[in-house]
């Protein structure tokens, strides 16, 4: 990196802070979920799975960035759980799609209100209104982040 564009301390800061907090927000809003007997790739493929009628294993592989293979396990021992099916892909008989039983749609629906309720309740009793306006327009900063 040139000198031109060498990185404030602010952002190296901040960087290192977003991040910290993040992954431990994560880990805290996935333990609130209930997900507790599933793996997080189980957990994100349910998640994933709800937005839809249904996905291949190589497309959620991709999104998840995971190998195929991985997927496929992944996507089996939902499967044997009872909380996805492999259903012919109507748009080509010769593909399968994995889409949530209603156990799968049950329990990842679940798991979502039950990780939104945890957060705007932490929200709720750890922060003043104006802290919570400040994560609002935070949010927005983030977003920009992520769009390229």
Do not use: N
């Not at 431990?24 to 599933?38: E, N, Q, Y």
């Not at 960035?65 to 044997?80: C, E, F, P, W, Y």
């Not at 156990?103 to 104006?130: F, H, M, P, V, Y």
Request: aromatic share 2%; with cysteine; proline share 2%.
């Amino acid at each position: 990196m040139s000198e031109a564009h060498a990185l404030s301390p602010s952002a190296v800061r901040a960087a290192q802070e977003v991040r910290s907090v993040i992954g431990r927000l994560r880990r805290r809003i996935r333990a609130a979920g209930g997900d507790g007997d599933l793996s997080y790739a189980q957990a994100s493929v349910l998640a994933r799975l709800t937005g839809g009628e249904g996905q291949t294993t190589s497309d959620l592989a991709a999104a998840e960035g995971m190998r195929h293979q991985s997927m496929a396990a992944t996507v089996s021992s939902l499967a044997d759980a009872g909380l996805v099916e492999r259903r012919p892909d109507p748009a080509d008989g010769r593909r399968r799609v994995i889409a949530l039983t209603v156990e799968g749609r049950r329990q990842a629906e679940e798991s979502r209100q039950a990780r939104g309720e945890w957060l705007a309740a932490q929200l709720q009793s750890k922060c003043t209104e104006d802290e919570r306006q400040t994560v609002i327009a935070a949010m927005s900063v983030l977003e920009r982040l992520v769009h390229e």
